[in-house]
């Protein structure tokens, strides 16, 4: 672990070298599904100084941030938000929160990029984790390219732009 933070010293620290600390099994600091405590998500805030380029949040949106994608997510006025990562909305005469008695019956409230990621997880194979971590890695550049030459007034350009990783992540799992 302390390989894995020594660039704090220097000044060599990045996004991705945190992504690998909160994948870190070793450490206790990513626990998989399996484990009695997992994990329930990861998220890495990149908080702008000055102004002009704003900040940027990566979320993975799913336990077990070895087989995740952080994806990132900026604050915009009409940012939208994916219906693939929300729990389930139950009608409020079967959710076992608002019935009486409460929590007598146990219902699914995993979301649909959950579900699927633990489809390929029990299918086994690296393939699509390496390809998965590719995907994340050129991400982070366009990403960075983008705020960097970034324009306060095309911040709109930005509201879809996490809604749009999680669309293009379940495609992987198909």
């Known amino acids: 672990m302390s390989q894995k933070i020594s660039g704090l010293s220097t000044g060599d620290f990045s996004l991705t070298h945190m992504f690998e600390v909160l994948r870190d099994d070793e450490s206790g600091i990513s626990r998989g599904t ?3 405590h997992p994990t329930a998500g990861s998220m890495v805030s990149v908080v702008s100084q ?13 336990p077990d941030p070895r087989r995740s ?7 915009t006025n009409n940012v939208k938000i994916s219906p693939h990562i929300q729990s ?8 076992p929160a608002k ?3 409460r929590f007598a019956s146990k219902v699914n ?3 649909l ?3 699927r990621q ?3 997880m029990a299918k086994g194979g690296s393939t699509i984790w390496d390809t998965l971590r590719q995907v994340e890695e050129k991400c982070v550049q366009e990403t960075e390219v983008c705020l960097e030459n970034f324009d306060p007034e095309r911040l709109s350009e930005m509201d879809d732009l996490f809604k749009d990783c999680v669309d293009s992540e379940l495609k992987f799992y198909k």
């Open 99 to 101: 019935v009486v008695p």
């Open 34 to 36: 399996d484990h009695h």
């Open 88 to 95: 389930p909305r139950l009608p409020e005469d079967t959710d």
């Open 113 to 115: 990029l959950y579900r």
């Open 50 to 62: 000055g102004e002009g380029r704003p900040s940027c949040h990566w979320f993975t949106g799913t």
């Open 118 to 120: 633990q489809q390929a």
């Open 109 to 111: 409230r995993t979301h």
């Open 69 to 75: 994608v952080f994806k990132p997510f900026i604050f």
